[in-house]
């Protein structure tokens, strides 16, 4: 089914890969480097979703290393405390 050209924006454009004109084809997806340059020559509504996209992909990665450093946190003291009670046994 063909989509209604006016839902394609240019962000769905620049992260929609390509079939790249190689002996290899197949498809390909933009650098990150060439979206933001693509998007600035395209629209600066779109370039500014992309910048926000990519700054709430920085934040969940910070949010899921904290998540992670206070699990690893836990653990540690937990088995602190499995090796005190085992002494105290
Ligand atoms: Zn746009």
Redesign the pocket.
Known sequence: MQKDPSEI???KQAYSPEVRDSEFGGYDYMEEDEIAYF?AD??????H?HELIQLRKKARRRLGNAKAAISRRAKELLDKHNTAADKAA
């Open positions: 924006t240019h962000l998007l395209s629209c600066p509504h779109c370039l979703a």
